[in-house]
Protein backbone atom coordinates (compact mmCIF):
# COMPACT_ATOMS: atom_id res chain seq x y z
CA UNK A 1 0.00 0.00 0.00
CA UNK A 2 1.40 3.38 -0.93
CA UNK A 3 1.15 6.34 1.58
CA UNK A 4 -0.29 9.26 0.46
CA UNK A 5 1.94 12.67 -0.08
CA UNK A 6 -0.44 14.21 3.18
CA UNK A 7 0.75 11.65 5.39
CA UNK A 8 4.45 11.78 4.16
CA UNK A 9 4.77 15.38 4.85
CA UNK A 10 3.32 15.47 8.19
CA UNK A 11 5.38 12.54 9.02
CA UNK A 12 8.77 14.82 7.79
CA UNK A 13 7.51 17.97 9.19
CA UNK A 14 7.02 16.25 13.04
CA UNK A 15 10.41 14.61 12.52
CA UNK A 16 11.86 17.82 11.53
CA UNK A 17 9.87 19.22 14.91
CA UNK A 18 11.43 15.71 16.93
CA UNK A 19 15.16 17.17 15.92
CA UNK A 20 14.85 20.20 18.23
CA UNK A 21 12.79 18.71 20.83
CA UNK A 22 13.48 17.38 24.19
CA UNK A 23 14.38 13.55 24.54
CA UNK A 24 11.40 12.82 26.01
CA UNK A 25 9.65 14.73 23.45
CA UNK A 26 11.42 13.01 20.44
CA UNK A 27 10.81 10.07 21.52
CA UNK A 28 7.10 11.06 21.60
CA UNK A 29 7.06 12.29 18.06
CA UNK A 30 8.64 9.72 16.13
CA UNK A 31 6.91 7.17 17.59
CA UNK A 32 3.70 8.60 17.04
CA UNK A 33 5.02 9.39 13.17
CA UNK A 34 6.13 5.30 13.36
CA UNK A 35 2.83 3.98 14.84
CA UNK A 36 0.90 6.66 12.36
CA UNK A 37 2.26 5.36 9.60
CA UNK A 38 1.47 2.07 10.49
CA UNK A 39 -1.76 2.47 11.71
CA UNK A 40 -2.62 4.65 9.08
CA UNK A 41 -1.91 1.08 6.62
CA UNK A 42 -4.04 -0.58 8.88
CA UNK A 43 -6.86 2.12 8.63
CA UNK A 44 -5.92 3.21 12.25
CA UNK A 45 -3.52 6.18 11.97
CA UNK A 46 -5.13 8.30 14.90
CA UNK A 47 -5.11 4.69 17.33
CA UNK A 48 -1.41 4.10 16.06
CA UNK A 49 0.15 7.42 15.93
CA UNK A 50 -1.06 7.62 19.73
CA UNK A 51 0.48 4.24 20.57
CA UNK A 52 3.54 4.89 18.88
CA UNK A 53 3.72 8.45 21.14
CA UNK A 54 3.33 6.39 24.11
CA UNK A 55 6.04 3.76 23.55
CA UNK A 56 8.57 6.27 22.37
CA UNK A 57 8.18 8.50 25.11
CA UNK A 58 8.37 5.44 27.58
CA UNK A 59 11.73 4.01 25.61
CA UNK A 60 13.47 7.71 25.52
CA UNK A 61 12.51 8.05 29.56
CA UNK A 62 13.79 4.60 29.86
CA UNK A 63 17.32 5.48 27.78
CA UNK A 64 17.66 8.31 29.61
CA UNK A 65 17.67 7.15 33.15
CA UNK A 66 19.75 4.50 32.27
CA UNK A 67 22.52 7.17 31.27
CA UNK A 68 21.74 9.09 34.62
CA UNK A 69 22.87 5.62 35.94
CA UNK A 70 26.05 5.32 34.10
CA UNK A 71 27.06 8.72 34.76
CA UNK A 72 26.49 8.55 38.63
CA UNK A 73 28.34 5.32 39.13
CA UNK A 74 31.43 5.35 39.95
CA UNK A 75 34.10 4.53 37.43
CA UNK A 76 36.19 1.03 37.44
CA UNK A 77 32.68 -0.96 38.45
CA UNK A 78 30.65 -3.27 36.81
CA UNK A 79 27.14 -1.85 36.40
CA UNK A 80 24.34 -4.04 36.39
Do not use: T
Not at 15 to 29: E, M, P, T
Not at 37 to 47: F, N
Amino acid sequence: MRLSVPVLAVALGLAVAGASAGAAQAGCISGAVVGGIAGHMAGHGKLGAAAGCAVGHHKAKKEKQQQRQQQQAPSGQPQG
